[in-house]
């Protein structure tokens, strides 16, 4: 058991720019979670996938917000068109089932200039 | 709405000085609760739960109970070390929900030595 690991850790692109990120899952947990955190704040709720499928997505996940978990294994993030507003801590979490722990991975930052 | 209010920070503290971090909630249903506490560099990671009214949560020294009359769920310690330096953040799970946690905005702890 790895944990969850986020890749990259740090990202600086400009404004306009497209990034993806990617988060790796503990290998049994069937439910992953994106949150994201900005300073001083809690993490705020993105979106989750059960397995492949994505059940909810919060309002903050703009149609420039696209979330993928092909094969219900990993999941990518993508920020089309990013805005400095869209500058933060994105956090993946992952858990087998619904009502268990939670684990998060260390976090990718998003820094847009 | 669902949502957590905890004290503002940063808190800071002498070696085996006592702790609490007030906690306290808004939520729909009958909510499981959390601490979570995020160390430099690192995820967060689940310190302690509490899933029912009056259950009392307990992890490394840290203890909190949840009052359903009083909707909080402080986070205590009797004697801090250097090593809880750390930002803690209370979190909640509320019924009906699909397991997307809702966080505080985290209390940053620094202890002196």
């Known amino acids: 058991d790895t944990g969850v690991s986020q890749d990259p850790r740090h990202k600086i692109t400009k404004r306009g720019q497209n990034v993806t990120f990617r988060c790796d899952p503990i290998?049994?947990?069937?439910?992953l979670y994106w949150y994201r955190q900005t300073l001083g704040q809690g993490p705020e709720f993105l979106t989750y996938f059960q397995n492949e499928a994505q059940l909810e997505k919060s309002r903050l996940l703009s149609d420039r917000f696209s979330a993928e978990r092909p094969k219900g294994s990993f999941s990518t993030l993508e920020i089309q068109r990013t805005e400095q507003g869209d500058s933060a801590m994105y956090l993946c979490?992952?858990?087998?089932?619904?009502?268990?722990?939670?684990?998060f991975g260390a976090g990718t930052r998003l820094s847009v200039l | 709405g669902n949502s957590v209010t905890q004290m503002e920070g940063p808190v800071t503290l002498s070696e085996e000085a006592f702790l609490t971090i007030n906690c306290t909630y808004t939520a729909t249903g009958y909510p499981s609760l959390f601490w979570y506490v995020q160390y430099p560099g690192e995820g967060l990671q689940l310190l302690l739960k509490?899933?029912?009214?009056?259950d009392k949560g307990s992890n490394k020294g840290f203890e909190a109970t949840y009052r359903k009359e009083t909707t909080s769920f402080h986070l205590e310690k009797g004697s801090v070390q250097v090593s809880d330096s750390a930002v803690y953040f209370c979190a909640l799970v509320y019924g009906g929900s699909q397991g997307n946690l809702i966080f505080g905005k985290g209390t940053k702890l620094s202890v002196k030595p």
């Open positions: 290998s049994e947990h069937n439910r």
């Open positions: 979490a992952s858990s087998l089932g619904q009502g268990n722990i939670q684990y």
């Open positions: 509490a899933t029912k009214a009056d």
